[in-house]
């Protein structure tokens, strides 16, 4: 995956070296800021129409994903393509993408 190489470049660039479980928890800490906003502008969930999350914030999950993919030498390219694949196949069996569990 391209975005995935230039994630690495940006890492290898700035020195920025870290073991996979602190990827993770960015990657958890940047999903715990979407929440965040979207419990802010959906009231709680009391208000689903009013769900807004920034742009970049989402970039910034995506970020930490790929760094975290780039750090345990997984191609997100594959990985998304075997996740695709999966939910595709469930779809086609179950009738929904579902896992059902």
């Known amino acids: 995956m391209k975005r995935q190489q230039q994630v690495a470049d940006v890492l290898r660039h700035n020195d920025i070296d870290t073991p996979p479980a602190y990827r993770l928890l960015d990657v958890v800490a940047e999903l715990g800021t979407i929440?965040?906003?979207?419990?802010?502008?959906?009231?709680?969930?009391?208000?689903?129409t009013a769900l807004s999350v920034q742009e970049d914030e989402?970039?910034?999950?995506?970020?930490?994903?790929?760094?975290?993919?780039?750090?345990?030498?997984?191609?997100a390219d594959a990985a998304l393509s075997a996740a695709l694949a999966k939910y595709e196949g469930r779809s086609d069996?179950?009738?929904?993408?579902?896992?059902?569990d």
């Open 35 to 48: 929440a965040g906003e979207v419990n802010e502008t959906t009231g709680y969930g009391t208000d689903s």
């Open 58 to 75: 989402l970039g910034d999950a995506l970020f930490a994903l790929l760094a975290l993919c780039e750090q345990l030498d997984v191609d």
């Open 93 to 100: 069996r179950n009738g929904t993408p579902a896992s059902g």
